[in-house]
């Protein structure tokens, strides 16, 4: 069965420092997708950027890349210059026709 | 505006009664998904559905039923063998491959009493 592990239960980073939030996954797919999600405390789920498995280049949305490592099987994102918004736990998912999540980290920016 | 309802925000049951969530999507999306998160934790998939009247379990199905008999509504009923349904319960919904994100309804948090 298909794993996705997050290590980090939780992060504190100074404000403007940039973070790497680590992901690992397990899987004999070759065909499958990874994604990122943010959720702040109400709740909600946000979508933050997504790589494909056959994706050469690394994802990159705005101040979000995903280091993408396919012979080591990870997926870790970096958020650069972190902003006090950024407080919330992010999510690390992994997709064939469902989608499995990690446990999570709680990332704490610091003022 | 395009997007996934999920009702009540809130809802309070007895032990031992059933309840069924709503989720409803006008995204046109093919694939439908519940979820169930705990306190601090991730996200487990409880039932997922590619196409009108098909679903397959996930991981943490027991105690649940869904049903998919229309494209835009996907609802999941909590049965009293669902032995701790108290959590944050989320829907969403996505075009059609693996390679296309979710999009998220606003959740049910679930209290049963």
């Known amino acids: 069965a298909q794993k996705i592990t997050q290590t980090q239960p939780g992060m504190f980073v100074q404000e403007k420092e940039a973070v790497t939030l680590d992901c690992t996954y397990d899987?004999?797919?070759?065909?499958?997708?990874l994604f990122w999600y943010k959720q702040p405390s109400s709740g909600e789920m946000i979508f933050l950027i997504y790589q494909g498995s056959y994706d050469e280049q690394n994802a990159t949305e705005g101040r979000y890349s995903l280091n993408f490592q396919k012979a080591r099987k990870s997926a870790n994102l970096v958020i650069s210059a972190s902003q006090l918004g950024d407080s919330a736990m992010y999510f690390c998912?992994?997709?064939?026709?469902?989608?499995?999540f990690g446990k999570g980290t709680r990332l704490h920016i610091l003022p | 505006d395009g997007g996934i309802t999920q009702s009540p925000k809130y809802l309070f049951r007895k032990e031992g009664q059933n309840v069924t969530l709503s989720c409803e999507q006008n995204?046109?999306?093919?694939?439908m998904y519940w979820y169930r998160q705990d306190p601090g934790q991730g996200l487990r998939l409880i039932y997922y559905?590619?196409?009108?009247?098909?679903?397959q379990k996930g991981d943490i199905a027991e105690g649940y039923s869904v049903s998919r008999e229309k494209k835009e509504s996907f609802p999941l009923t909590v049965t009293s063998a669902q032995k701790n349904p108290t959590a944050f319960y989320l829907c969403a919904s996505r075009t059609s491959g693996r390679m296309n994100e979710q999009f998220f309804g606003p959740g049910t948090r679930l209290t049963v009493l």
């Open positions: 995204l046109n999306h093919d694939a």
């Open positions: 559905s590619q196409i009108v009247n098909d679903f």
């Open positions: 899987t004999s797919d070759q065909s499958y997708g």
């Open positions: 998912a992994w997709s064939d026709d469902k989608i499995i």
